[in-house]
């Protein structure tokens, strides 16, 4: 089982859609600041059911969608999905491929669903349950924990792991 595909609309920086393309083993994702790499990991978080909007780098919940800017109106809806081979078995779900999506409208109504099935969170967090992907089961290091790390304070060792 791993991640073969993120697409992203409407999330954060990313107005126009946006397919990120996972091969097995390790992805690094490279850029100057302010290209988006934070919102690719805050999307994958989101997309698995992270409920805190601190978590996300937000105040609310619906900062995730995309807010405009001086050359382009907001978004009405953020939409991200998750494409995961399951090829080998480790989802309970009878598909090789699972798609998991969540979507957030401006009204604050939100949906998730499992291969285009609505669904509710619950849903999913029991099928990922187990499988090491659930929003605390993932290995994402930001830019800033790894200097903490490499500061080799105590207390902020503790904290990330």
């Given amino acids: 089982m791993f991640f073969k595909r993120l697409e992203m609309h409407g999330f954060k920086s990313f107005a126009d859609p946006v397919v990120i393309e996972f091969d097995k083993g ?14 690719i990991s805050d999307a994958i978080r989101w997309v698995l059911g992270e409920q805190s909007p601190k978590m996300l780098r937000g105040g609310r919940m619906d900062d995730v969608i995309f807010a405009g800017t001086s050359n382009r ?4 809806m953020a939409e991200v999905s998750l494409v995961i081979d399951n090829s080998d078995g ?10 998991i999506t969540r979507r957030m409208y401006r009204s604050g109504e939100s949906e998730y669903a499992i291969n285009g099935s609505q ?7 029991d099928l990922i349950t187990d499988t090491g992907i659930g929003v605390d089961g993932y290995s994402l290091i930001g830019q800033g924990k790894i200097s903490e790390i490499i500061s080799n304070k105590t207390q902020s060792i503790k904290e990330i792991f």
């Fill in 90 to 99: 480790s989802l309970d779900i009878e598909f090789s491929e699972v798609v």
């Fill in 26 to 39: 390790i992805t690094c994702v490279v850029g100057p600041n302010g290209s988006g790499k934070s919102n």
């Fill in 119 to 125: 669904c509710r969170l619950k849903d999913i967090r």
């Fill in 73 to 76: 109106k907001s978004r009405g």
